[in-house]
C-alpha cells in the first residue's frame, strides 16, 4: 500500500498510451470483461526489477470540449499533482514542437522529478535525433520505442532511482477504507460526518510524498480505522476534478490502497452509468466492498422505497451481489453510526480462512445436492478444494477436466460456499485445475 506513482505526461500522438500498455503488461485485462467498465486504460499496478509501481497516462484524461493547449496543460498539472516521478514524453519523429516547450514550462515549476522520453526511436540513425531535446532542460533524454519496445530498461531504472525509500511502511492491524464515487453523491460529507461523530477519535493525520493524506481514527467501539486518501475528496477547485476519466483514476488509487471500498451511490438521483464503471473496478480489484446508498433523507419513502431501490441496485450491479447495501444520510447522520461495524465485518469475511476438511464437507455436500454435469460423454468430477489465498479469498477447486467445468456449475459451488461460511462483502476466487 501506498506505491509510488508514475505519470507520463506528453502532447498527443508521442506514444503515451503505446508505452502505458508496454509498461503495464496484460496485468489488468481482466477488467475488460466486467460489463460496464471502460475498456481504456489510464491507471495501472506495474513492476520494475521488483519495485512494485503504479501508471497513470495523464494523456488518457482527455477534457472534451477544451482546447488542445488548454487540454495538455491541465494533463501536466495532475501529473504534477498525482505523481512522484513524472515521464515527460516528446517525440523523435515529429521532432521539438510548441506544444512540447509548453508542457516543459509547467514541469519546471514542480518539485518532481522529471524524466525525458524521447519516442519513436526506432532505429540507431534516428539517435542523432535525440539532441534537440536537450533543449528542454530536463538533462540526458532517454531514447526509447514504443514500436520495438527498447530502451525501456534503461528508462525504468532511471524512473525508479527517484522513488522514495521503502523503509517507512511498518505492519499495522488498522483497517484500511475508502468512499469512492463519482463526483457529488456526498464521499466528503461522508468522511466529514464519521469524523465527526462524538465518541469517534481521530489520532494522527499523516500525510505522504504526495498530497494524499491517510486519517486515523478509533470508533465508537474502540476499533483501529484509516480512511484513505480524504485529501483527494477535500481537496477542490481544480478544473479537471469534475471529469469522469479524473474521478475514475482517483477511484481506483484509492481502491488500491484500501481494504474494504465504500462505494457510495446518491438516492436523489438513482443509478447512474458513471456508478458501473466505479464498481466494475472496485469488484475487478478483488476488495471487500459495500454499498452505501447515501441522500436517503431527500426521498419521500413508504414500505416499498427501500425494498425497490435495493432491487434496482441488484439488477444493475449482479456482480456485486455479496455486497451489503446501506441507507445513509451525511445529513441527519441517519445509520452512519452502524458504518464502522459493518466494515469490520466484511473485513474480517475479506481474510477469513476455513479449513479444508469442513470446506471439503460443503463440497462433498454440493456435489451429492446437485450431482456434475456431462458434457459430450465425459462427466465433470470433483476431488477437493482448498483455500490458497485470503484477499479475497481464493479457492482452488480440483477436478478430472477444467473444461468440463462451465460458469454456472463454478457459481453453484460459490453459493454453495456462502452458504456455510459468512463471506459477506467480499468477492471469492474459484480456480479450478486439473489433478495431477
Ligand atoms: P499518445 O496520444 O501519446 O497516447 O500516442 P499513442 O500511443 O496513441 O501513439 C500515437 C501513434 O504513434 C500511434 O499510431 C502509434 O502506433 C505510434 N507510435 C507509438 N510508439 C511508436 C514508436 O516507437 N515508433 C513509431 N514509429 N511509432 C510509434
Ligand atoms: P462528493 O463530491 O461526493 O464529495 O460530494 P459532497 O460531499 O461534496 O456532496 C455534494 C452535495 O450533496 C453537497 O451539497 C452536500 O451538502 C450534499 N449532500 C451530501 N450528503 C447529503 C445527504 O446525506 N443529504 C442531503 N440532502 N444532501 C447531502
Partial sequence: MGFPVVAVVGRPNVGKSTIFNRIAGDRISIVEDTPGVTRDRIYTRAEWLTRE????????????????????????????DEADVIIFMVS???????????????????KKPVVLAVNKVDNIEMRSEIYEFYALGFGDPFPISGAHGTGLGDLLDEVVSHFPTTDQEEEDDSIRFSFIGRPNVGKSSLVNAILGEERVIVSDISGTTRDAIDTRFTSAEGDEFVMVDTAGIRKRGKVYENTEKYSVMRAMRAIDDSNVVLMVLNAEEGIREQDKHVAGYAHEAGRAIIIVVNKWDTLEKD???????????RDEFQYLSYAPIIFVSAKTKQRLNKLPELIKQVNENHQKRVQSATLNEVIM??????????????????????????????????VNDPELMHFSYARFLENQIRKSFDFTGTPIHLIKRART
Avoid: C, W
Fill in 53 to 80: 509501481f503504479r501508471l497513470i497516462d495523464t494523456g488518457g484524461i482527455d477534457m472534451a470540449d477544451e482546447p488542445f493547449m488548454t487540454q495538455i496543460v491541465q494533463q501536466a498539472e495532475i501529473a504534477i
Fill in 92 to 110: 523523435a519523429q515529429e521532432g521539438l514542437t510548441e506544444a512540447d516547450e509548453r508542457v516543459a514550462k509547467i514541469l519546471y515549476r514542480s
Fill in 303 to 313: 414500505n416499498h422505497t427501500m425494498a425497490d431501490f435495493e432491487k434496482q441496485i
Fill in 365 to 398: 455436500d454440493a456435489l451429492a445436492l446437485n450431482p456434475t454435469p456431462t458434457v459430450n460423454g465425459k462427466r465433470l468430477r470433483v476431488y477437493y478444494a482448498t483455500q490458497v489465498a485470503i484477499q479475497p479469498p481464493t479457492f482452488v477447486v480440483f
